[in-house]
């Protein structure tokens, strides 16, 4: 059975590639490309060799096959090497470039170099499942993240009620494993998820004992209910200041001891357990294959009104509550979109107006101009080729309770910074689009420190990693907007 090796080009020319292998290896066990080929630009995979995993790689020997592309004026090396075993072979890759290399990988690999002509570019090393053997893509891009923001006409918002990013995705990549890519370059290529060493403890609960993070949830006895799985758990953690700064305490070591307080006879062992893949395999699926953002903090430590008040004015005016409920009178990206002449509509899918216009009554409430329309507005022009959204548009979820967090897959699309494998991610993010894709913001804690982050507004420093023993930490931005990422360590 063999490996396939590509190459994944998202520049904005085709490239050309030679390949040789020492030592020498009968092409009976791999397909042995003669002279150069061709590898067109756009991002899709092309081909450069197969090579055989099982059959002629001698037991204890080592084959090193390079192929060298070209990339500003200076030669890349992408190689793979096979160490025949018993009955197969193990496969590393490195690529090497203007003087540095990666050094042999099992795993996914990067590099970052200047080329000759002054120009930063990266290339990723992904392994890609395929039947027996893994396939190797080598994905190869510029690094200007200037060219992709020009392409976008309309940045659509989606604000919406929702978990935290350990609650849903912090089982997504098995220890051992990692993103194919990680931006910015140089941050920690490991996935900021859970351990099952994780745990919190209280001394009213599990006698003192620590209480360990679980991987997938689990029915719960409550007197004469039952509390399904779906809905763990239940209730709620508190999603007020004071709640959310004693969830957070001693190193995110606070959240059993905060949930004892939520409601009596409650198991409160519940609040320690996160869904598994197998759980949400589709809303697992879309993050591990685009991208999700595992550094990404929420404005205020609390509930949904602050939150919304940084994503739509950079500030929550002085409010760590919700209460008290009174309408905001300060500036508005929605002024400022205002002031700069570009077009803006805020979509509502409820029948009650959307928070924005409840938020802002006072200055919203006389204007000519509607601030909130209906979610069938928005649908329409998305549908057709001939409408046209607003540049800037913000539709608002209708969401009900928590029973609808966990199971409302389609919220994945949304979480992006960790990207999957480097061919697809980097194929989407040159393709053209009159529509950029939809972001989401968390709004209030259905579960866990979770609401809205500074979006658009905010000049704020991002705030501090969480801290955690043995850990490398280093921000990341988004791609996408997605939910922020705290629940029990």
């Known amino acids: 059975m063999p490996t396939n090796v590509y190459v994944a080009n998202a520049l904005t ?22 002279g150069s ?9 092309t081909e450069l060799y197969w090579i055989d995993r ?9 084959w090193v096959v390079t192929s060298i592309v070209t990339l500003g004026g200076t030669p890349v090396e992408l190689q793979v090497q096979l160490t025949g075993t018993f009955a197969s072979s193990d496969i590393a890759i490195q690529i090497a470039a203007a003087g540095d290399n990666t ?3 099992i795993g996914n690999t990067r590099l970052t170099f200047t080329a000759a002509d002054g120009n930063d570019y990266v290339v990723v090393g992904t392994y890609v499942s395929d039947d027996v053997y893994n396939d190797v893509v080598f994905a190869v891009s510029e690094q200007q993240q200037g060219l992709i923001l020009p392409q976008i006409e ?7 009620e929702n978990r935290s990013l350990d609650n849903l995705l912090g089982w997504i990549y098995p220890t051992g494993t990692a993103p194919g890519q990680v931006l910015p370059a140089g941050s920690c290529p490991d996935y900021d998820g859970l351990q099952l060493s994780f745990s919190n403890s209280d001394p009213g609960v599990n006698g003192g004992q620590p209480v360990h993070v679980t991987n997938g949830t689990t029915d719960w006895d409550e007197g004469d209910r039952t509390i399904t799985q779906w809905f763990v758990p239940s209730p709620d953690p508190g999603e007020e200041f004071d709640h959310v700064t004693t969830q957070i305490s001693n190193n995110m070591g606070g959240f059993l001891t905060d949930y004892v307080t939520q409601q009596a006879d409650t198991p409160a062992e519940q609040i320690m357990q996160c869904y598994s893949v197998a759980q949400l395999p589709i809303l697992s699926t879309l993050a591990t294959s685009f991208a999700v953002s595992d550094a990404w903090f929420c404005s205020v430590p609390s509930q949904t009104w602050p939150n919304r008040g940084f994503v739509q ?31 803006w509509m805020v979509y509502n899918d409820g029948v009650l107006p959307s928070l924005t216009k409840v938020m802002f ?6 204007t000519t101009r509607p601030i909130s329309a209906g979610s069938r507005s928005f649908r329409s022009p998305v549908r057709s080729r001939i409408a046209r959204l607003p540049a800037r548009s913000f539709p608002r979820s209708a969401s009900s309770s928590r029973t609808s967090a966990p199971m409302a897959s389609t919220r994945a699309i949304i979480r992006r910074t960790t990207c999957g494998p480097a061919s697809s991610f980097s194929q989407r993010s040159t393709r053209r689009s009159s529509r950029a894709p939809i972001a989401t913001r968390s709004c209030s804690s259905c579960c866990s420190t979770n609401m809205a982050e500074p979006m658009i507004m905010s000049n704020r420093p991002a705030a501090p990693s969480r801290p955690r ?12 907007i997605g939910s922020a990422s705290a629940f029990p360590r």
């Open 37 to 45: 080929a061709d590898v067109p630009d756009g991002g899709g995979n």
């Open 361 to 366: 009554l006072d200055k919203y409430i006389s």
């Open 54 to 62: 099982d059959e002629g790689i001698t037991d204890g020997a080592t």
């Open 313 to 343: 004015t950079g500030s929550s005016d002085g409010f760590v509550n919700n209460d008290p409920y009174l309408p905001w009178d300060i500036t508005t990206i929605f002024d400022v979109f205002g002031q700069n002449g570009l077009s």
């Open 13 to 34: 020319d085709g490239l050309t590639a030679t390949t040789q292998i020492a030592p020498a290896l009968s092409s009976e066990y791999w397909s042995a490309p003669q």
């Open 154 to 160: 309309h940045v659509v918002v989606l604000m919406m």
């Open 103 to 105: 050094g042999w990988q």
């Open 469 to 480: 023993p043995g850990r490398c930490r280093a921000p990341r931005i988004s791609i996408s």
